[in-house]
């Protein structure tokens, strides 16, 4: 909003991180910001969505039914059974479905009229899922159903390498799955979201700069901005569907892995 | 206007810092949501597939039960038009052989009835010829005398001569017949 006020006085401010700070709702001083309230309206809508469709489920599924069973089938089948395995993924069909739902919804945020704010792209929200929910859960189960030590084992000495290798794996090891997992998978969802929509606003406020304040033929320019805004709006639309896809695989696929007797 | 972007770029806090109440909130959305998926949306979708595969598995089951039924079924129809079949033929047999039997016994009692009716008649043919060639003796006789007498005019009176006369006389005849037979 910033850079448009300063847009208007005839110098063409882009957007940036700062952007992405938008001002409490109701006024200077209150809490709530937009993200907030889109990160507690996408868990409703979920949410709203799974009780509705399964409140009358029959045998035979209505269309609405059927696009609910879609939704479950593909995390419930697709993503955490390919990635822990038929014989571990039930009790994890909650965690994973509601991972890939809950980012999927928050980043398609991104692309719906007037809301129009991926709220994966303020870090506190994907980090939130990784470091605090992923994170904990892949290590408890793990240690869980190998004991602490047995665990431990399993993913810091892989079996099968010769015994020097281990000298150079286990530091590597451990600091991928311990200190870096957690990290990446809400930094991979964040700079995409971040990124995508920086972009989409780079071209929406560039064309309506050009179309405002530029003279002459820089006018017609403002058509190539906008269509290049529509054309990476479905880009977009794209990358957040595969974003939150990404993000439930590698969910799951670090709590197959912690689970796996052998990695 | 830069140094204005600038303090405003400051003032942000980097967008690779997270914003503690942010994680707070989302971590409790999220939780609340896993809550509810756990606890209603999955078990439901659990329970309808466990049914669907029930009611598959049961389709199944019943369909090949029907299919079993069926091909019992239709053994025992093969089986019973095939004894029905033999049946007929054999009743077929049968009244053949009963027709042939009952032929052959008509035709024989036909047989019979034709000879007994043939001997019949032979035999009464026969009697009446006995019948006629007794009264025309006795006719001719009694001509005879009575032509004899007219012609004699003399009445015999005398049974036995008179009886002895006429056996004479048709014994002569007789003769003179055969003799006449033999000559020519």
């Not at chain 1, 991180?17 to 001002?23: E, K, R, T």
């Not at chain 1, 009229?113 to 303020?122: A, I, L, N």
């Given at each position: 909003m910033g850079a448009l006020v300063s847009a208007a006085g005839g110098e063409f401010n882009p957007p940036g991180?700062?952007?992405?700070?938008?001002?409490p709702l109701f006024g200077?001083?209150?809490?709530?910001t937009k993200p907030m309230v889109l990160v507690v309206l996408s868990a409703v809508i979920i949410a709203a969505f799974f009780l509705l469709a399964t409140r009358k489920l029959s045998v035979v599924p209505g269309k609405f039914q059927f696009a609910a069973e879609s939704v479950y089938d593909f995390g419930r089948n697709n993503i955490a059974r390919e990635q822990i395995g038929s014989q571990d993924f039930r009790p994890f069909i909650p965690l994973i479905l509601g991972l890939f739902t809950f980012v999927l919804v928050n980043n398609i945020f991104g692309i719906i009229?007037?809301?129009?704010?991926?709220?994966?792209?303020?870090i506190g929200f994907p980090l939130a899922l990784s470091l605090l929910v992923v994170y904990p859960v892949y290590h408890i189960v793990g240690m869980r159903r190998h004991g602490v030590g047995g665990y431990l084992k399993n993913q810091l000495l892989p079996a099968g390498v010769p015994k020097p290798i281990y000298l150079l794996l286990t530091p590597i090891e451990f600091f991928q799955k311990f200190l870096m997992n957690p990290i990446t998978l809400a930094i991979r969802v964040f700079a995409a979201m971040f990124a995508g929509h920086l972009i989409l606003m780079v071209f929406a406020m560039g064309g309506e700069y050009l179309l405002l304040e530029a003279g002459g033929v820089l006018k017609a320019g403002s058509a190539v901005a906008f269509a290049f805004a529509i054309v990476l709006t479905f880009v977009e639309a794209l990358i957040q569907v595969i974003q939150a896809y990404v993000f439930a695989v590698l969910s799951a696929g670090y709590i197959g892995a912690a689970l796996a007797a052998d990695h | 206007m830069l140094n204005k972007a600038m303090i405003l770029a400051a003032e942000e806090p980097s967008?690779?810092?997270?914003?503690v109440g942010e994680m707070i909130l989302g971590l409790v959305a999220f939780l609340i949501l896993v809550w509810v998926l756990w606890k209603y949306a999955v078990p439901r979708f659990e329970k309808l597939y466990e049914e669907r595969a029930a009611k598959i598995e049961g389709g199944i089951e019943k369909a090949e039960k029907a299919q079993a039924e069926a091909e019992q079924a239709l053994e025992q129809y093969k089986a019973q038009l095939a004894e029905a079949r033999s049946e007929a033929a054999k009743i077929r047999d049968d009244a053949r052989l009963e027709a042939e039997t009952i032929k052959a016994e008509l035709r024989t009692e036909a047989e019979q009835e034709a000879s007994r009716i043939v001997a019949q008649g032979e035999a009464q043919l026969q009697q009446q010829r006995a019948q006629l060639v007794a009264e025309l003796r006795a006719d001719l006789g009694r001509n005879s005398v009575a032509l004899a007498s007219r012609i004699v005019?003399?009445?015999?009176?005398d049974e036995a001569r008179r009886r002895g006369t006429v056996d004479r006389f048709l014994a002569e005849l007789d003769a003179g017949a055969d003799g006449a037979g033999a000559r020519n």
């Open positions: 991180a700062g952007s992405f700070n938008l001002p200077e001083g209150t809490f709530v009229p007037v809301v129009q704010f991926p709220t994966f792209s303020h | 967008p690779v810092l997270p914003h005019g003399e009445s015999l009176e």
